[in-house]
């Protein structure tokens, strides 16, 4: 189950104009994330001036059972007037897109000023809300209309004769009101919202806010949707042409940030860049919904939703796909524009949902291991393990084996000469015929058990020395450099490079292996500690790695690679 999170800070909807600056000697608020017997809670501590803040959120971080403390951050909605017709639909190629499928069952979270639930447009799509922002206030009034507008692009229904369409056809929306009737909110109320919503069942979480100050409350109520399989959608901001500063929350790990393009697939001057931007989506002009009748919006914020929307039918079409591997759908079958490839003002393109659904299709193949399970290795120190079905699958398939006839040793950490006898046994039970040992240099193999196995896969490009004469087999191999070795070798069995994968872990920045750790993560191969940490410099257990290789053995299954 997952525990109850209870939150505190300040945040608003972006609209035009700069935030607000904060009062010098006006009281504070400090907004603490707290680990308690109850699960996580938020609470708020109030300071004379900003620097007292500072001062107490610095005192709170010491204690053991707080997750985050700050001064309360501001945010606002991101829109612009404008007047025009749906043209965003005809652009995505929806009625395309819904033939291969919908958004049924589907829960996007709108976390910003509320949703009109009077709205004939949006009759019958609002499940229970949560007003964060005022107490004793409902999330389906929405005295600014910011919401409103976002909750129709994602939802509106379809084939009603009343109004507009949205994408994400017979998607649910989350009503999360964290922004007043100006669009102004507080950092503990984004927090508080986001975290509402996943412990309601929310699959989608849209945050058409931001700010350019950033906030850890926000940052880590992000992780915890991702930890609980849920995709964070955000828009990248309208300070394009007032400075382009980086946009919070969109620029967090595991938030899929989301750039504007206008009728041209040009870039709106409005539309904030960065190489944080992920991907783009029609954002110029966009005719939604808001209270009493329609209205035409410009902004990141009118962006998002066509993004968060197509999250929404991939996860109704293949709901086994982890956070990451939506992302990485989305991001790998955009449409690109601009210059070719990644670029700062557009990301991966423009969104595809026709794409993306086809994409996301996986077809039926012999699982790895049997669905019903194998027989079990019969050691008697892996019951009750966690990964004792994985360990089953790898020892039947050959891959490892015990360190006894009767133990697995499951709590011994893995070696480099371990782990490259493991690689040469997956690569070739995926077909791949290794070349025959030879001495690559290597001055102290001899009499290691695996002296060939390094050989043979450093001869084939998988593993390199420590230095240029050593390979040093007796080390224990850290989880940062077992992400490259494991990359190598999907790469030479598939042939191709690896998806590029998004920033998925906060402790790997500057690592040498960062970009292995993220291609794992969105292949959903590694999924970290499930605090945002991935723990690079730590060594990997034998059971832990028993997982690892399944995964590996099951990608190869699904690709037909498996002999």
């Given at each position: 189950m997952r525990?109850?999170?209870?939150?505190?800070?300040?945040?608003?909807?972006l609209l035009s104009g700069a935030l607000p600056a904060a009062a010098a000697d006006t009281a504070v608020t400090v907004a603490t994330l707290v680990e308690?017997?109850?699960?996580?809670?938020?609470?708020?501590?109030?300071?004379?001036?900003?620097?007292?803040?500072?001062?107490?959120?610095?005192?709170l971080r010491r204690r053991p059972d707080v997750i985050a403390a700050?001064?309360?951050?501001?945010?606002?909605?991101?829109?612009?007037?404008?007047?025009?017709?749906?043209?965003?639909?005809?652009?995505?190629?929806?009625?395309?897109?819904w033939t291969h499928g919908d958004a049924s069952g589907q829960v996007v979270a709108v976390v910003d000023t509320g949703v009109d639930g009077a709205h004939p447009d949006l009759a019958g799509t609002l499940v229970a809300g949560f007003d964060a922002a005022t107490v004793g206030g409902s999330p389906t009034q929405d005295l600014h209309g910011h919401g409103t507008h976002v909750a129709g692009i994602a939802a509106a229904v379809v084939d009603n004769s009343?109004?507009?369409?949205?994408?994400?056809?017979?998607?649910?929306?989350?009503?999360?009101?964290?922004?007043?009737?100006?669009?102004?909110?507080?950092?503990?109320?984004?927090?508080?919202?986001?975290?509402?919503?996943?412990?309601?069942?929310?699959?989608?979480?849209?945050?058409?806010?931001?700010a350019a100050e950033r906030s850890s409350v926000i940052a880590s109520a992000i992780r915890y949707a991702n930890v609980n399989d849920v995709v964070v959608v955000a828009a990248a901001g309208n300070e394009g042409a007032d400075g382009n500063p980086v946009t919070y929350p969109a620029?967090?790990?595991?938030?899929?940030?989301?750039?504007?393009?206008?009728?041209?697939?040009?870039?709106?001057?409005?539309?904030?860049?960065?190489?944080?931007?992920?991907?783009?989506?029609?954002?110029?002009?966009?005719?939604?919904?808001?209270?009493?009748?329609?209205?035409?919006?410009?902004?990141?914020?009118?962006?998002?939703?066509?993004?968060?929307?197509?999250?929404?039918?991939?996860?109704?079409?293949?709901?086994?796909?982890?956070?990451?591997?939506?992302?990485?759908?989305?991001?790998?079958?955009?449409?690109?524009?601009?210059?070719?490839?990644t670029d700062p003002l557009f990301g991966a393109g423009v969104v595809d949902p026709v794409a993306a659904l086809s994409s996301a299709a996986t077809p039926e193949h012999e699982p790895a291991c049997p669905a019903d399970g194998v027989p079990s290795a019969g050691f008697t120190d892996v019951a009750g393990n966690r990964h004792e079905a994985a360990i089953d699958c790898v020892v039947w398939r050959g891959v490892a084996r015990g360190a006894t006839a009767r133990t697995y040793a499951p709590g011994l950490q893995v070696t480099r000469g371990q782990m490259a006898s493991l690689l040469a046994n997956v690569v070739e039970?995926?077909?791949?015929?290794?070349?025959?040992?030879?001495?690559?240099?290597?001055?102290?193999?001899?009499?290691?058990?695996?002296?060939?196995?390094?050989?043979?896969?450093?001869?084939?490009?998988?593993?390199?020395?420590v230095t240029r004469n050593a390979y040093r087999p007796g080390a224990v191999v850290s989880r940062a450099q077992m992400a490259t070795f494991l990359v190598r070798a999907i790469?030479?069995?598939?042939?191709?490079?690896?998806?590029?994968?998004?920033?998925?872990?906060?402790?790997?920045?500057?690592?040498?292996?960062?970009?292995?750790?993220?291609?794992?993560?969105?292949?959903?191969?590694?999924?970290?500690?499930?605090?945002?940490?991935?723990?690079?410099?730590?060594?990997?257990?034998?059971?832990?790695?028993?997982s690892f290789l399944a995964r590996v053995l099951e990608r190869f299954a699904a690709g037909g690679r498996l002999t």
């Open positions: 525990p109850c999170l209870v939150v505190a800070a300040v945040v608003f909807a308690t017997p109850r699960g996580v809670v938020v609470r708020r501590s109030t300071a004379p001036s900003r620097g007292a803040a500072a001062d107490l959120a610095q005192q700050e001064p309360v951050v501001s945010v606002r909605a991101l829109g612009d007037p404008g007047r025009s017709h749906q043209w965003g639909l005809d652009r995505l190629r929806a009625e395309t897109a009343v109004g507009i369409a949205g994408l994400g056809r017979r998607a649910a929306i989350m009503p999360v009101r964290v922004l007043d009737a100006d669009g102004l909110g507080t950092s503990d109320d984004v927090a508080e919202g986001i975290i509402w919503a996943v412990d309601h069942g929310a699959d989608v979480v849209n945050l058409s806010l931001g620029a967090e790990p595991g938030v899929v940030a989301v750039a504007a393009v206008d009728r041209a697939d040009a870039h709106p001057s409005f539309s904030s860049s960065g190489d944080w931007v992920d991907i783009a989506a029609p954002g110029v002009d966009i005719v939604s919904t808001v209270p009493g009748g329609y209205a035409s919006l410009s902004g990141t914020s009118m962006a998002a939703p066509f993004v968060a929307a197509t999250a929404a039918m991939v996860r109704a079409r293949h709901a086994e796909l982890t956070p990451d591997q939506v992302a990485t759908v989305l991001v790998t079958t955009a449409d690109d524009v601009g210059n070719a490839g039970h995926a077909g791949v015929t290794l070349p025959a040992p030879s001495d690559q240099g290597f001055d102290d193999l001899a009499g290691s058990v695996h002296a060939d196995r390094v050989n043979q896969l450093a001869a084939a490009g998988l593993v390199a020395g790469e030479l069995v598939e042939d191709a490079r690896m998806a590029a994968g998004r920033d998925a872990f906060h402790d790997d920045d500057g690592n040498v292996h960062e970009a292995s750790i993220d291609k794992l993560a969105a292949a959903g191969i590694a999924s970290g500690s499930g605090d945002g940490t991935y723990l690079p410099s730590a060594g990997v257990r034998r059971d832990q790695m028993a």
